[in-house]
């Protein structure tokens, strides 16, 4: 009887001590590398490629990612694309949905091969990378036009540094108070040849230049638009009045101390904190016509058809870890915190939107918009699949014609024929 007991803890040690060795040993990855190819080849790359560096060094699952940033990445990638050669992540803007059809893949599964959360994402985000068919991309980055306004000019001028205009009205009064000619200084910051800055401004005007009907058709929004021709008649003013300067290069003007208002992206942040330019930012100026509109231009990771299932699943897990971080990684420590932190583009995570430190941060705050009511796209949904052509196109035309051209009286309707044009090629009505 005692032999049999011994025998029977014995056993039950051996079990116990087996099971506590499953639990303890660490699951092993096979080493596998994938390519990453993207654009960033500015100050912003080289945080990119510290995250990524630290990633290569970290992730448990044994992935190294090799990483190209080429100024070439447009062509590049098209041609990797038709010759199935592509890498297996890339980073690019929400039209990729369309521009790479049939070359990147639905994401659906995402949520269930890796740790992140559908919820954790405004949905918004999320809606401008899907189509009728799935999910294709996950958020990277959020470029979203802002206005900025230089303190120092605000103040010389009698205006109240901490108070911008609340009102385009009242943008022009202040454009006027700034503008000193003899200092080189303007107060108004439009730069004609930035079609997609303009258009975000047009937006808050009169809404989305391009929508759909109630037969569900795509329909051009340009003639006969209140807001619209509000817009024009306050966009030239600016520049009949001598208050915008006719420059292209209005970064370097307000870095330099030059422009008291000025719309442009987040990215103008990192030179305006490294030079020490006394500055405030916030989201556009809303309009009663225009409605809630925040126009942003959503930067993605995708991931391509190139890859294969086990390249796939790395990447998933690069874009996860990217959020997440390695276990027990506090939200601060996450690369998706610390692009918002130590560049400057508002978030689109609502884990790093709800953090202390996003909290504490007042200018990030005042450029992120977390209401899924307000209409994040620009120009259009993002399931119209022109909207580079027309944004490319017509509104190219239309703000060099309003800056240079003594008659702007068609220039609206001129704009909704080119089109009314694109969307009949393309969609056949």
């Not at 580079?388 to 060099?400: D, K, R, S, Y």
Request: proline fraction near 4%; charge should be negative.
């Amino acid at each position: 009887m005692k032999r049999m007991l011994a025998g029977v803890l014995a056993g039950a040690m051996l079990c116990s001590m087996a099971g506590y060795a499953g639990v303890a040993a660490e699951e092993s990855y096979e080493p596998i590398t994938i390519n990453f190819w993207n654009g960033w080849t500015g100050s912003d790359g080289q945080v990119l490629m510290e995250y990524v560096d630290k990633f290569n060094e970290t992730n448990k699952w044994n992935i190294t990612v090799n990483m190209d940033m080429s100024s070439e990445f447009g062509d590049k990638i098209k041609t990797a694309m038709a010759a199935d050669a592509a890498p297996a992540l890339i980073l690019t803007g929400a039209s990729g949905k369309y521009d790479y059809e049939g070359k990147v893949r639905c994401l659906d599964d995402i949520w269930e091969n890796t740790d992140m959360n559908e919820s954790d994402f405004i949905s918004s985000y999320l809606d401008s990378l899907s189509t009728e068919d799935g999910l294709y991309g996950i958020p990277f980055q959020i470029s979203s036009y802002l206005m900025y306004w230089n303190k120092d000019l605000f103040e010389k001028a009698g205006l109240d540094p901490e108070t911008p205009p609340a009102t385009y009205e009242e943008w022009t009064e202040m454009a006027q108070k700034l503008t000193d000619a003899d200092s080189h200084v303007y107060g108004s910051g439009l730069s004609y040849s930035n079609a997609g800055q303009n258009a975000c401004v047009m937006q808050m005007f009169g809404g989305l230049q391009i929508t759909e009907n109630e037969e569900g058709k795509w329909q051009a929004n340009f003639a006969g638009n209140q807001g619209y021709i509000d817009f024009v008649s306050w966009f030239r003013e600016q520049f009949d009045n001598g208050s915008n300067p006719t420059e292209s290069d209005l970064d370097t003007m307000f870095v330099a101390n030059q422009l008291g208002l000025y719309i442009t992206g987040a990215w103008l942040m990192a030179d305006l904190n490294n030079y020490g330019i006394n500055y405030g930012v916030t989201t556009l100026i809303e309009t009663p016509e225009g409605g809630k509109q925040a126009p942003s231009n959503t930067q993605c990771f995708m991931i391509t058809t190139s890859a294969s299932e086990e390249e796939a699943l790395a990447a998933e897990r690069f874009i996860s870890w990217w959020h997440t971080g390695n276990d027990g990684d506090p939200v601060e420590e996450t690369a998706v915190y610390n692009w918002s932190d130590k560049i400057g583009y508002p978030t689109y995570y609502i884990p790093v939107a709800e953090s202390d430190g996003y909290k504490n941060n007042e200018r990030m705050l005042a450029i992120t918009v977390t209401d899924p009511e307000y209409c994040m796209d620009s120009v259009s949904p993002g399931s119209f699949r022109c909207w580079a052509p027309v944004l490319t196109g017509p509104l190219i035309e239309f703000f060099n014609k309003m800056t240079f051209e003594e008659d702007t009286s068609s220039v609206l309707e001129d704009c909704q024929k080119q089109a009314e044009e694109i969307i009949r090629n393309e969609y056949g009505y």
